[in-house]
């Protein structure tokens, strides 16, 4: 059975910084592409950031791009989620999914996929608040 467990999450002030984890088993870590998306209330569901260890391949969307960053660590599973300079707009549930690397995952991680293309695994989302 497929799990992914994201952790991490909390409250912040704005300029802080946070470490989202996504921790994953039941699945051949190398052989699957690992994103992270947010979803803030009222708002639609986003691609944040996206890697894949096989391919070399790593994805941000503009709006993180110089504040985050995303990692993996093989030997634990893990893909982890450096989150800096955290500004209020960020704050939303994030959740990490898996699916094996294809233009559909990287299209959909990039927000240009349609839903059904959506990865087949995903975890439960862990809140990120950002308030002074």
């Known amino acids: 059975d497929v799990q992914l467990q994201a952790s991490g999450g909390g409250l912040v002030q704005p300029g802080g910084s946070l470490r989202l984890s996504c921790a994953t088993s039941?699945?051949?870590?190398?052989?699957?592409?690992i994103g992270w998306f947010r979803q803030a209330p009222g708002k639609e569901r986003e691609g944040v950031s996206c890697?894949?260890?096989?391919?070399?391949?790593?994805y941000y969307a503009d709006s993180v791009k110089g504040r985050f960053t995303i990692s993996s660590d093989n030997a634990k599973n893990t893909v982890y989620l450096q989150m800096s300079s955290l500004k209020p707009e960020d704050a939303a549930v994030y959740y990490c999914?898996?699916?094996?690397?294809?233009?559909?995952?990287?299209?959909?991680?990039?927000?240009?996929?349609?839903?059904?293309?959506?990865?087949?695994?995903w975890g439960q989302g862990t809140l990120v608040t950002v308030s002074s």
């Open positions: 039941g699945l051949t870590f190398d052989d699957y592409a």
């Open positions: 999914a898996a699916d094996r690397p294809s233009p559909y995952f990287w299209g959909y991680c990039a927000g240009f996929g349609r839903e059904s293309e959506s990865p087949d695994y």
């Open positions: 890697i894949s260890s096989s391919e070399g391949a790593i």
